[in-house]
């Protein structure tokens, strides 16, 4: 045996990455746009992209590293949130989320408030059958 691994373990799969410069500039050219006073997402909608696929742009604007790194895990906590339940915000398709100044210092239940009505702003319409 070696030594045991460094750092955090993976994500247990209920929100995936986005790495590739590609899926940036799609999101960027083709994603739907949403803002609130704090924060502003693009989403592309694809269905292939189960479970969905999330993003953060956060300047150096909103705070220090620390501040930065921890609206980054609040947000990332909220995105997973999206996705539970029987009818989740976030079901699939890729997801960008970004922050304006000031993000870092907003309570949890107001990021939550936030988050929500972006997505409910940028979700497809599901027709009822």
Known sequence: EGPPPQGSHPAVGLIGRIS???????LTRHGRRARTA????????????????????IAR??????????????LRELARRATLGDAP?????????????????????????EVSTLLRAVRPVVASS
């Not at 694809?46 to 953060?56: H, K, M």
């Not at 930065?68 to 895990?73: G, H, I, T």
Request: hydrophobic content about 40%; charged content about 30%; proline content about 8%.
């Open 20 to 26: 590739e410069r590609r899926e940036f500039e799609r």
């Open 38 to 57: 704090s924060l502003w997402c693009r989403y592309l909608d694809e269905p292939d992209v189960v479970p969905p696929r999330v993003a953060f742009a």
């Open 61 to 74: 604007s909103v705070g220090s590293a620390v501040t930065r790194n921890r609206l980054r895990r609040r």
């Open 89 to 113: 915000l976030l079901a699939r398709g890729q997801l960008l989320i970004g922050a304006h100044p000031g993000a870092g210092e907003l309570p949890f239940d107001t990021l939550e408030r």
